[in-house]
């Protein structure tokens, strides 16, 4: 099963270290180590430290979301980084949007916007190489939409392109 401690080192290199950052118009607002101003209203962005967006990380996203449920560890982390990164009822659109994309005549889930335990079963029942591939195309794809339906976010679309692909 996935675990929390294997994403750790990851999450600090792909958010930015400690670069407190407003970039292009971007939805979250100020945003450090992956935190967001518009996730957590209450949390002080500025002083905020790697240990406590590790915490609200694990806490928020990781655990909520049961994340440890899911076998692979690279699937887990890809989920992880787009709940944290958008909407978690668009990270998760992507995510059964992906799952029914690859398991079409082996396995399908509504597509509901919950991350429940229907779809994580299903993330466990497909081979996480071509899951993996096809949440990356999934997410390319709404980050292209994203940038369709508001032209303000195009600084945002080639930073969101790298990371759906990482």
């Not at 939805?27 to 967006?53: C, H, M, Q, V």
């Not at 992906?98 to 229907?118: H, P, Y």
Request: hydrophobic share 40%; with cysteine; proline share 4%.
């Amino acid at each position: 099963m996935a675990s929390f401690q294997k994403v750790e080192p990851l999450i600090l290199a792909l958010e930015g270290g400690d670069n407190k950052k407003n970039v292009g118009n971007d939805y979250g607002g100020e945003t450090k180590y992956g935190i967001s101003k518009r996730s957590f209203p209450n949390e002080d962005i500025a002083n905020l430290t790697p240990s406590r967006a590790l915490d609200l990380m694990f806490t928020n996203y990781w655990t909520f979301y049961h994340l440890s449920d899911i076998s692979s560890q690279d699937i887990a982390n890809q989920c992880f980084f787009l709940l944290v990164n958008m909407n978690p009822v668009h990270a998760t659109l992507i995510i059964q949007a992906a799952i029914n994309g690859v398991g079409r005549s082996i396995v399908t889930v509504k597509a509901d916007g919950i991350l429940g335990e229907a779809t994580i079963q299903a993330l466990n029942s497909l081979q996480p190489l071509w899951l993996g591939d096809r949440i990356r195309l999934e997410a390319c794809r709404y980050y292209l939409s994203e940038v369709d339906r508001d032209e303000s976010q195009k600084p945002n679309f080639v930073g969101w392109i790298r990371r759906a692909l990482e």
